[in-house]
T-cell receptor
């Protein structure tokens, strides 16, 4: 059974830092991996999607990488800003379902 | 822009009540999903639907049922609410062509007392 883990569970950094969020999954037979952002009390917003054949995707200050063989993905946030404060979730597509990690709660302080 | 709306942002119900959570999407998506989100457990899939009048059990369907009478609307029903169903409920939809690209509603925080 696919399991998705995110470390750390929470992270607090000063504005301007570059940071890395980690996601690991137990079964490498995935179709794709997505990173989502969730603001407090809100739904999820998709940030980046990496197909299983891809190694990375970039959008603005965000870069997500995928290493299927080791069962890992990282989300790199460059020059963090207070507006980046949110919970970040990764999810892998396993046949017809998305399997979510428990998220990393990020706080960027001025 | 895809819009997924949920009928209530906050809901307080009593144990034993029948509870309806409504979700509507405006992008003619075939697929719709209901998740619950709990601290430390992440999002867990309750039910999903590939088409009108079709439903499939997710990972935690016990205590829930669903209804999909129209393509745009997917309802989650708690037949007899219990305190362990206190949670954040999230609805999502996706197109059959891009099923992995799910769009989420804002969520309903349900408290059962």
């Amino acid at each position: 059974k696919q399991e998705v883990t995110q470390i750390p569970a929470a992270l607090s950094v000063p504005e301007g830092e570059n940071l890395v969020l980690n996601c690991s999954f137990t079964d490498s037979a995935i179709y794709n991996l997505q990173w989502f952002r969730q603001d407090p009390g809100k739904g999820l917003t998709s940030l980046l999607l990496i197909q299983s054949s891809q190694r990375e995707q970039t959008s603005g200050r965000l870069n997500a990488s995928l290493d299927k063989s080791s069962g890992r993905s990282t989300l790199y946030i460059a020059a963090s800003q207070p507006g980046d404060s949110a919970t970040y979730l990764c999810a892998v597509k396993d046949t017809d379902k998305l399997i979510f990690g428990t998220g990393t709660r990020l706080q960027v302080f001025p | 822009d895809v819009k997924v709306t949920q009928s209530s942002r906050y809901l307080v119900k009593r144990t034993g009540e029948k509870v309806f959570l409504e979700c509507v999407q405006d992008m003619d998506h075939e697929n719709m999903f209901w998740y619950r989100q709990d601290p430390g457990l992440g999002l867990r899939l309750i039910y999903f639907s590939y088409d009108v009048k079709m439903k499939e059990k997710g990972d935690i369907p016990e205590g829930y049922s669903v209804s999909r009478e129209k393509k745009e609307r997917f309802s989650l029903i708690l037949e007899s609410a219990s305190t362990n169903q206190t949670s954040m409920y999230l609805c999502a939809s996706s197109s059959r062509l891009t099923p992995y690209e799910q769009y989420f509603g804002p969520g309903t925080r349900l408290t059962v007392t």
